[in-house]
């Protein structure tokens, strides 16, 4: 018998990922942030994008919807920083929500795009691949022309700025968190900006019928219970409790004591059993 309320959750993220994805309700601008140091917050309500700064250019993780860009830019200017700065654009993973905008960002900035060779490869063909669980009814993004690839454990670089991949695959194939540490005076943070690892799919996908994809999910899971994280920003930050941790009145709201990433795995693991209960008729 599946719980009550964790089965309330599980259906509420499918139902809010489809529900969203025709409408604006994701997209509404918010005011940018300090994240900690040379880092911060620059997307919008429920699609993040971090901007990582430095005096030789700057770092952009995602790209939100196609829509986006302009709010984005706008975010980045309101910090006092400039989107042509912008040096390397970095993915997550190649659904519109959060690939969308990326062509656009590439363009106003100039930036090369950095993802893991099967989110590059749906970026250049502008949607996801057919194995996705969620490819049926899936909406297409702007073709990126030029994508480099970044091996899992690679860091990327922007002057004295370094950005590492870890793969983080079920959500899809490609998916990719990204980690980093950023100082203020003596004390730096480890940051980790966790892709969804949601076991949200297209109607009549089975993943108990896919036994690779739940062998994707638990490296995800081991990866981001590993990692080094003071601060967690989720793809779609509500997830990692992001905008509830800024209520806290505390002078670095976002520092958690290095449990968030532990939790986000635990919330997706607990996700992902209900939804195989629920495939199994339990």
Not at 75 to 98: A, C, E, N, P, T
Not at 106 to 132: F, W
Not at 186 to 214: E, M, T, W
Request: hydrophobic share 40%.
């Amino acid at each position: 018998m599946i719980k009550p309320l964790l089965a309330a959750v599980l259906c509420g993220l499918a139902a809010f990922a489809s529900a969203n994805a025709a409408d604006d309700n994701w997209n509404k601008p918010v005011e940018p942030f300090q994240i900690y140091g040379n880092s911060y917050y620059v997307g919008v309500s429920s699609l993040s994008s971090v901007l990582l700064t430095s005096p030789q250019g700057h770092i952009l993780l995602d790209g939100a919807y196609p829509d986006s860009p302009q709010r984005i830019a706008a975010s980045i200017s309101k910090l006092g920083f400039r989107i042509q700065d912008v040096k390397l654009i970095l993915s997550s993973h190649g659904h519109m929500d959060h690939a969308g905008g990326i062509a656009e960002l590439q363009r106003m900035s100039g930036a090369t795009v950095v993802a893991s060779p099967l989110t590059a490869a749906d970026l250049k063909r502008g949607g996801m691949d057919k194995d996705d669980p969620q490819f049926v009814g899936s909406t297409p993004f702007a073709k990126v022309a030029k994508v480099r690839t970044v091996r899992d454990g690679e860091a990327v670089k922007v002057g004295l700025l370094s950005v590492t991949a870890m793969y983080t695959p079920g959500h899809t194939s490609g998916g990719t968190s990204w980690t980093w540490s950023s100082c203020e005076q003596d004390r730096c943070a480890s940051i980790v900006f966790a892709d969804s690892i949601n076991p949200v799919s297209s109607d009549g996908y089975k993943f108990n019928a896919h036994p690779q994809v739940l062998k994707q999910y638990e490296q995800s899971f081991a990866a981001l219970e590993q990692a080094s994280c003071d601060i967690i920003i989720a793809v779609h930050p509500e997830f990692s409790g992001t905008w509830d941790k800024l209520k806290n009145g505390k002078p670095h709201p976002l520092l958690d004591g290095g449990d968030g990433c532990k939790a986000y795995a635990r919330q997706s693991r607990d996700n992902l059993g209900l939804r195989l209960a629920k495939e199994a008729g339990k």
